[in-house]
């Protein structure tokens, strides 16, 4: 039962392998057509992987890379996380349109009277007037805060007099004038002398977005990166949960010999029919601990069926090019977590907020600042009977208007932006404190993670060791036992305690590869380490 609870540890209750059954249905004669395989699995991968037949099967070899290529290229789960930059991308772009230049367009028309007292001795003057007007506006604010704005008006209108002679007569008008336009240019600037004044507070909104994209960049990359580990992880669990089954094959078939060398043995009266139930018995263990493990491959083959809609491909299997070894690597702490504060998602996401934060400063500090504007404008004004005829008279500065104005605006007593201004400042203490608490964390989660790969390599080495002393011990209680000098019982102990052992040396294997791959996730050289 120890190997079988060995086995059950290999099992991921998530699949990575991706597109490896449509991959074989492409390399097999009368399977699924190129046209369709061509769709869905990247010709370059598609090149590189290869179909075998074992045990009457057929399987699709890949490597750990060629896996992970396709799922960079295929996962559904990971288009729907890129997605996630492009909205940010897309945020950032409206957050910089925001000062746009604006151009307004009117057209009116207006009836007027109005009425004073008369010097003739009617009751009443009346004057009123035909107005259309024209009007056109350009406005423009600069990341400095400073707005300008361009106006052409042009007025066409037409004037008519009369009177009222007595209280409750009625009005007496005389006949229309003639038509006549009014032209007017004007240029105006504002310009903020305090609040609002400067690029750094213009351009707020997009700085912020600038800081989300960055941050969705760093989340985006992470959750790949965290996706493609746990295929990975799944791809180790495959090829250990493999290995486990060559060894119950050979366990099987050592069994099967033992077996028939016994009866021959029993058929010579040289050994009891006892000690060959026990060898029976043992082959009996090894053959349903062989349909187990079986049994667990195609569980998992049937997960990634299932997850990528491959139902109909069943007949096809798969075979983990890769083989788990545990390797004698030199670590540089400093420099290992050095990428591993560049790359924690943690670390950047603090370093993020305290961005945000110094943009939240920035704009408490401005809100705080005396709010002074300066307007200026100068308007060119001409006449003329025909309509547009008087721009010609623009040059003609007497008739030119202009003005200054200076506004000022002072809070009293209003202490919340200063209390604003004390909760970004302690934000962001608090920012710094969590930051370092991080670096620390991390720091000791990676000397944790190296001393752990220290001890896979040795307990790699001591697993192997222990192999190759127990396949001895086993080889020699077989030879004792024909010599008559040992039990069936004895054999079988041996046998299980050899399977056992090699057992033990591929889970060992396989966790040096988990912890491995942890180190790369840590370190964000997960993608570099495969090329991808």
Known sequence: MAIISG??????????????????????????NADALAAVVPPDILAELKVVEEDGR?????????????????????????????????????????????????LSHTRSLSASASSSGDYLSLYGSNATTLNSTY???????????????????????????????????????????????????????????????NDLSASRSEVGLSATRVQVGSQIQALLARIASTYWDLVGLIEVRRIQADAVKLSETLLADNQARLATGVLSPMDVQV???????????????????????????????????????????????????????????????????????????????????VESRNNDRTD?????????????????????????????????????????????????????????????????SLRSDLTVRLQSLLGRINLAEKEVETARITVSLVEEQLQNEIERFRLGQSTSFRVSQAQQDAAQARVDEILARVRFEKNYLELLVLTGTLLPEFNL
């Open 58 to 106: 057929r399987l699709v070899e890949a490597s750990l890379g060629q896996v992970l290529r396709m799922a960079l290229e295929r996962n559904q789960a990971l288009e729907a996380i890129r997605m996630e930059e492009q909205l940010a991308e897309s945020r950032l772009t409206a957050a910089r349109s925001t000062n746009h230049p604006t151009l307004t367009n009117s």
């Open 372 to 436: 002074l504007d300066l307007d200026l404008y100068y308007t060119f004004y001409g006449y003329s009977s025909d309509p547009l005829g008087g721009v010609s008279q623009f040059s003609q500065t007497k008739t030119d208007g202009y003005g200054v104005t200076l506004t000022w605006t002072v809070p009293l007593f209003d202490h919340s932006i200063r209390e604003s201004m004390n909760q970004r400042s302690l934000e962001r203490q608090q920012l710094e404190l969590q930051l370092s």
């Open 279 to 361: 060898t029976r018995t043992q082959l009996a263990r090894d053959r349903q601990r062989l349909l187990s493990v079986r049994l667990d491959v195609l569980r998992i083959e049937d997960q990634v069926r299932a997850l990528l809609g491959l139902e109909a491909l069943s007949e096809y299997g798969l075979k983990p090019r890769d083989v788990p070894e545990a390797r004698r690597l030199d670590y540089d702490q400093k420099a290992l977590l050095g990428k591993a504060l560049a790359s924690d998602p943690d670390v950047l996401g603090l370093q993020s907020a305290l961005e945000l934060n110094n943009l939240d400063m």
């Open 139 to 201: 406005s423009k604010k600069l990341s400095s805060g400073v707005t300008m704005g361009l106006s052409y008006t042009e007025t066409r209108l037409r004037s008519q007099s009369g009177s009222i002679p007595a209280e409750g007569e009625d009005p007496v008008l005389g006949p229309a004038g003639d038509w006549w336009d009014t032209s007017a240019l004007k240029g105006s600037v504002n310009i903020p002398l305090g609040k609002g004044l400067g690029s750094a507070i």
């Open 7 to 32: 086995m059950k540890g290999l099992l991921a209750t998530g699949c990575g392998l991706l597109l490896l059954v449509s991959a074989a249905a492409a390399q097999e004669a009368g399977g699924v």
